[in-house]
């Protein structure tokens, strides 16, 4: 559906002044993406075309991801221009709004959220998650923010101020947290500060507001759910947020609904309903976006079969087998493709 989107692309170019690149992380239910290191080399391929041009939009919709990708594809994008700005049609959210902070101006439609940029680390020490015994594999995420609220509520609400208690309270969390990933949150909450300071301090220049929007975004708001609309962001954090006219705005809603309808955002994936009635189906699934007037497409998917089967569980005599029906996701292929 490229082909319908292309006209918006060349509206889209022709009122901001410059040259579009597109990036859509999908959150289809059950075929979630994120920002990931690996987007940087294909970013470099829709990049090489324009040489160095005056300014380059980023059409952005992501519910965020790794920290340092999202720096990296800001610094990746400014080495191709000389101002970067970010056009938000409705989420660019954690890694995203990091992104979004590196731009020089960012255009939110009445629909678009920023949000925290508290990072949650996810790796093989964290905690084993309850809630899936069945695999010894999942783990609980890590908020930066949980654990600094944490130890907040000891000293404050507990009223836990002496060094032998305070010690008490961070070896009973060891016990729970694994001290290397203790260590590895505190590591990532230093280092999402130092690469926000670096990138707002493309757009503002008062170091004092700088601070005080880090630390809202990785600290004040209190959750990493809190949405930020575009009225709170210019208003209350300062940030160079521009409203987009009537024009502008139409261009950008139709352009995402089109987007929204090819990579099916609001549709789960469920193995269910593309069953159907069947026994086998094959799907494919577009989960993300690279779109470039000039390179064409950069699309990551899923194909692969589902199967229903039928599998007796044995019982003790006389009992007959149990019926149980299960549903195996045959993935086939993985990963990137281009399309011109």
Known sequence: MRANRLENYKK???????KLLVYVTGDKPGMETQIHPEILDYFVDHLDPLQKVD?????????????????SLVNL??????????????????????????ANTVVMTKQATLGPIDPSLNGPLNPQ??????NPAARIPVSVESLKGYI????????????????KVLLSLSEKVHPLVLGDVYRSR???????????????KDKDRIEEIITFLTSDSGSHDYTIYRKEAKEELGLNIEKPDDELYNIIKDTFDNIKEELELMKPF?????LGVNQ???????????????????????????????QQIPQQPPLPPLQRTIIDDNRSFEGWRHED
């Open 12 to 18: 889209l170019e022709e009122l901001r002044g410059s």
């Open 152 to 167: 907040e509520l000891a000293k404050e609400d507990l009223s836990i101020s002496n060094e032998n208690e305070l010690t």
């Open 190 to 204: 230093t280092q999402i500060q130092m690469l926000a300071r670096k990138l707002l301090s493309k757009q503002l």
């Open 77 to 102: 994008i400014r080495q191709f221009c000389n101002e970067f700005e970010v056009i938000i049609p409705s989420k660019a959210q954690s890694s995203g709004t990091l992104i979004s902070i590196g």
């Open 270 to 274: 469920d193995p269910n309903l593309i």
């Open 280 to 310: 086998t189906a094959t799907y494919t699934c577009r989960r993300v976006l690279i779109e470039s007037i000039e390179a064409g497409t950069d699309v990551f998917l899923s194909e692969g079969e589902i199967v229903k089967q039928q």
């Open 129 to 134: 998650n309850p809630q899936v015994p069945q």
């Open 55 to 71: 300014k380059i939009s980023l059409f952005l919709y992501t519910r965020g991801g790794n920290t340092l990708a999202a720096w």
